[in-house]
């Protein structure tokens, strides 16, 4: 009875023990993947591009390129007809077929990727590899990458400078509404005579929309001129301002009118010039000085001491019980 149950138990421990010596090579089947030159997905798939085309693995450019339009003649769709030896093939299958010649060709033709196609024949065991060179040349751009960005920097510069002159045409028709530019250029075009001009009689007479619209023009050249003018001399070329243009760049800051300007006295003028309120800084300290001497003049004043306590013990919102 002992013997039997010894050598069932010495059978079964000979057993685990040869599972166990098989069991890695039971794995590497699992782990291992099959090395197959040819590959589903990529290239010509299970076809061999060189079989397709019917040229050796040394074949020229030249012998590649012949082989490729003797065939796309033959299986073009719009041009294909049953030969002999043809039997059973329909056009859709032709059309396939010339899909794969195409194919065939284009992956031949190309230097790079024609090596990395005899390279995925003769190394069929870097799966991973072979797609990855295969996808990264298919989605790698065909353009030059500089010619790219020459041609968004440019593009982007042009759309830059239409809508720049977009809002330059709509900045001068603004400015040909506002009332003070428009009497302005109204004036230069009178002495220059320009007015009269759109305005001429006998044969060249000109309906009142034509002179209107005529008259239009020439007022907003003459606004176009004196801002390029200044956007010239001044912004470009860095010229100094005049005494006229130093007194315009003050009198806007102040955001008064040309009459209001006009009507102040020589001194006042020649102050604004002394202390350069043209300069936007010292502008500001300019600006800055008057609103603390106009409060001091306020805190000093006796009608403005009333004014606040009026405000202040009786002003407009306070409720009291006196009958008015």
């Known amino acids: ?73 033959r299986y073009h769709p719009d041009r294909y007809r049953p030969e002999p030896g043809d039997e059973g093939r329909s056009p859709r299958s032709a059309e396939e077929a010339f899909l794969l010649v195409a194919t065939a060709y284009e992956t031949l033709k190309d230097e790079e990727t024609r090596k990395d196609y005899d390279y995925m024949l003769d190394h069929p065991e870097e799966y991973y590899s ?88 020439i007022i907003k050249n003459i606004i176009k001129t004196w801002y390029c003018r200044w956007i010239y001399n001044f912004n470009i070329k860095g010229k100094e301002y005049g005494e006229e243009e130093r007194l315009y760049i003050i009198r806007k800051s102040m955001k008064m009118s040309k009459s209001q300007f006009d009507s102040l006295e020589d001194h006042q003028k020649e102050t604004f010039l002394k202390r350069e309120l043209w300069i936007k800084e010292n502008y500001e300290v300019y600006k800055q000085e008057q609103e603390e001497e106009l409060k ?4 000093n004043d006796p009608r403005w001491k009333r004014y606040r306590r009026w405000m202040k013990n009786e002003g407009p919102g306070r409720l009291t019980f006196v009958d008015d």
């Open 1 to 73: 009875m002992a013997a039997p149950q010894a050598r069932r138990w010495g059978a079964g421990a000979a057993g685990r023990r040869r599972l166990v010596l098989l069991s890695p090579l039971l794995l590497v089947p699992l782990l291992a993947r099959p090395a197959e030159a040819l590959v589903e997905g990529l290239y010509c798939g299970t076809r061999d591009c060189y079989a397709v085309l019917g040229v050796s693995r040394s074949a020229s450019k030249a012998e590649i390129a012949r082989a490729y339009r003797q065939l796309a003649r």
């Open 130 to 217: 072979h797609y990855y060179h295969y996808y990264s040349r298919r989605l790698t751009p065909k353009v030059d990458v500089r010619i790219v960005i020459l041609v968004s920097v440019c593009a982007i510069s042009v759309f830059q400078f239409f809508s720049w002159w977009n809002s330059y045409n709509k900045a001068i028709s603004y400015l040909a509404t506002v009332p003070k530019y428009r009497i302005q250029a109204t004036e230069i075009a009178k002495q220059q005579g320009l007015l009269k001009k759109a305005k001429e009689k006998g044969r060249n007479k000109k309906s009142k929309e034509e002179i209107r619209d005529e008259e239009e023009n």
């Open 296 to 299: 001091k003049k306020l805190a």
